[in-house]
T-cell receptor
């Protein structure tokens, strides 16, 4: 069965500092991995995805994520946080052999202080 | 980029009435659309997968007679909450995937519909 764990309910970081939002996953086969961001009362916006190839994936708004197969992790990172990055972040996984069904993590709320 | 719209964005209805929510892919054809439900401060719960021209596939525990899904065209799926009750109050989000058939395709999400049943 597929599952996604986001171990931190909340991450606090000062503006200008690097940020990391953690994600680990479990799938029976090979994974497709996604990060989405959600602002209050809005749908989810796609940030980036890992399909194959380079383990470091670059996405929207300066975000990047590194796929680590041995640790089954896909942590989201940004070198310098902005106050406007404050939002709810979801990691999601899809089994390559399992069609389009996507499992979402519980979400991590990011607070960036000015 | 790919845009998905939902209508209405917010709806208040009386208990016992039915509510229809539309999900449209505006600039791409979506053979597959998904309906999610999100409770406050929680993650998305997949309710059903909607395929154009065929019956929706519901997740375990989701009542298909209560949450009617119709995927009438490659750009439109509707979710009808029948005989709504206060416990159906929630944030409903749809998503759509371009029809390449590649399971690595990105899901694009609508802005969500806030349903309040009084």
């Amino acid at each position: 069965a597929q599952s996604v764990a986001q171990p931190e309910d909340q991450v606090n970081v000062a503006e200008g500092n690097p940020l990391t939002v953690k994600c680990t996953y479990s799938v029976s086969g090979n994974p497709y991995l996604f990060w989405y961001v959600q602002y209050p009362n809005r749908g989810l916006q796609f940030l980036l995805k890992y399909i194959t190839g380079d383990n470091l994936v670059k996405g929207s708004y300066g975000f990047e994520a590194e796929f680590n197969k041995s640790q089954t992790s896909f942590h989201l990172k940004k070198p310098s946080a902005l106050v406007s990055d404050s939002a709810l972040y979801f990691c999601a996984v899809r089994d390559k052999a399992g069609g389009f069904k996507t499992i979402f993590g519980a979400g991590t709320r990011l607070f960036v202080k000015a | 980029g790919a845009v998905v719209s939902q209508h209405p964005s917010r709806v208040i209805c009386k208990s016992g009435t039915s509510v229809k929510i539309e999900c449209r892919s505006l600039d791409f054809q979506a053979t597959t659309m998904f309906w999610y439900r999100q409770f406050p401060k929680q993650s998305l719960m997949l309710m059903a997968t909607s395929n154009e021209g065929s019956k929706a596939t519901y997740e375990q525990g989701v009542e298909k007679d209560k949450f009617l899904i119709n995927h009438a065209s490659l750009t439109l799926s509707t979710l009808t909450v029948t005989s709504a009750h206060p416990e159906d109050s929630s944030f409903y989000i749809c998503s759509a995937t371009p029809g390449s058939g590649d399971s690595g395709e990105t899901q694009y999400f609508g802005p969500g519909t806030r349903l309040l049943v009084l």
